[in-house]
């Protein structure tokens, strides 16, 4: 089937577009243009949040409505807890809280979440941080369930099976692991601890998780010292290298936005790091930006892809690969 779609359409499937959620309809023209996926953005979702997605997700072609993708950890991560109901941060479920209480906890923000039309949750946070936070020093304190590994994957686990069993897609992050990372990458540059460190303790909690079956990660972008020097996000080392040949991962992999100032200074626009970042291994690129920029910084994107893909810079088939793992995460049927 992917072998009939253009270069275009292909391309626009990978993009996940942010839009704010009393704005909904901004996006429309992205959407039916094929864009895979909107995230939401705010603090108090509107009462007719649902009926909107509901006519955003009729717009788009094929029949392949967009995953409807929002940040809903708990604590003081929640875009829409007006609608689903308030949830502790990670570290206070783990803290108070059994894996089959942190499930059934889950299984009910799913339900909530599905009922309004989420179809994706970037959660649950795998990262070991035991530290204050989030803050500009760190990105993650207490949106970590645990710094122990085995406290943190049970929960972490536990949080992802409650939404699966909602219909929604849970995402595991940041890969290969934020805790102690020196900054927080939408800020600044920053680095995770040394890979030897991450590969005996961070990593852990993701390597369990793919063992698991959990169907998405999100990459991270820091740089990896010891393993790459570029933002997780765009490095074949980190995503092609460890997180599918190595851990075997075979599901849908996201990037962190690609907005992020780590990435900006490292020399990458969005369409650029965009297109490096499927090169490296990712399926879907995310990326966050004012409202009247949206459509120009989409197609620019998407212009990027297209002609990385016309000069041979990025190939065809990892760009059907890419959307293959899309829309097996959707269960959209894949045979002509």
């Known amino acids: 089937m992917l072998a009939t779609w253009s270069v275009r359409r292909l391309a626009e499937q990978t993009l996940v577009i942010p839009v704010d959620e009393d704005e909904v309809g901004s996006v429309a023209p992205e959407v039916a243009a094929g864009a895979g ?4 953005f705010g603090a108090h979702a509107p009462a007719g949040l649902a009926s909107s997605l509901a006519r955003l997700a009729r717009g788009a072609p094929g029949g392949i409505p967009p995953f409807v993708t929002v940040d809903e950890e708990g604590g003081t991560v929640q875009r829409m807890a007006n609608l689903v109901g308030r949830i502790p941060s990670a570290r206070q479920m783990a803290a108070t809280m059994t894996p ?7 299984l009910r923000l799913g339900r909530r979440m599905k009922a309004v039309g989420v179809t994706m949750d970037l959660a649950p946070v795998l990262d070991l941080d035991g530290g204050q936070g989030p803050s500009a020093a760190n990105p993650v304190g207490t949106r970590s369930f645990s710094p122990i590994e085995q406290t943190a994957s049970a929960a972490g686990l536990a949080f992802a099976a409650g939404l699966r069993a909602a219909g929604v897609v849970p995402v595991a992050k940041h890969f290969p692991g934020l805790g102690g990372a020196s900054g927080n990458t939408d800020l600044r540059p920053a680095a995770t601890l040394p890979w030897r460190s991450l590969q005996a303790n961070g990593l852990l909690p993701f390597a369990a998780a793919v063992r698991a079956g959990v169907p998405a990660v999100m990459v991270a972008n820091a740089t990896v010292p010891g393993l790459t020097n570029l933002p997780a996000s765009i490095s074949p080392a980190v995503i092609t290298g460890v997180l ?6 075979a599901g849908l992999v996201l990037t962190d936005s690609l907005s992020a100032v780590a990435l900006g200074a490292a020399g990458y626009s ?3 790091a965009s297109v490096a970042a499927l090169r490296a291994g990712a399926d879907m690129v995310v990326f966050n930006a004012d409202e009247d920029r949206v459509p120009s910084l989409t197609r620019q994107t998407v212009q990027a892809i297209v002609a990385a893909v016309g000069s041979g810079a990025l190939p065809r088939s990892r760009l059907e ?8 995460a959707k269960q959209v049927d894949l045979c002509p």
């Open 37 to 40: 996926g909107v995230l939401l």
């Open 270 to 272: 969005v369409p650029r």
């Open 100 to 106: 089959a209480e942190i499930q059934r906890l889950a």
């Open 321 to 328: 690969n890419a959307v293959w793992h899309i829309l097996n």
């Open 244 to 249: 599918r040949n190595r851990l075997g991962f």
